[in-house]
């Protein structure tokens, strides 16, 4: 079973940057594509970005699009979500996810194992 660990959540003022990063374990993350998710209070978790196995497709909200990169290194074994511009309602639990598929999607129910989460707050 593959494990995911976040980092890099933080509090950020509006129009700021943060870099997350998602640390797995397990022989199986370099053929999986990754996936990051958000959860606000009172909202439900809703797609942010997704990465193909190798980095060749990237998947991308449109609330999101144009400010964030998600990238990958498998050689370390980690996804990286680089957020720019951020703004007040980017502020949520920040969850990485991976699926047993070598393509990524932008459904929850399609991710087979996730991490703990990283709060990231986006003071205005």
């Known amino acids: 079973q593959v494990q995911l660990v976040e980092s890099g959540g933080g509090l950020v003022q509006a129009g700021g940057s943060l870099r997350l990063s998602c640390a797995a374990s397990?022989?199986?993350?370099?053929?999986?594509?990754m996936g990051w998710f958000r959860q606000a209070p009172g909202k439900e978790r809703e797609f942010v970005a997704a990465?193909?196995?190798?980095?060749?497709?990237?998947l991308y909200a449109d609330s999101v699009k144009n400010r964030v990169a998600m990238s990958r290194d498998n050689a370390k074994n980690t996804v990286y979500l680089q957020m720019n511009s951020l703004k007040p309602e980017d502020t949520a639990v920040y969850y990485c996810?991976?699926?047993?598929?070598?393509?990524?999607?932008?459904?929850?129910?399609?991710?087979?194992?996730w991490g703990q989460g990283t709060q990231v707050t986006v003071s205005s």
């Open positions: 397990g022989r199986t993350f370099s053929t999986n594509a």
């Open positions: 990465i193909s196995w190798n980095g060749g497709s990237t």
């Open positions: 996810a991976g699926r047993m598929n070598p393509y990524g999607s932008i459904w929850v129910w399609e991710y087979d194992y």
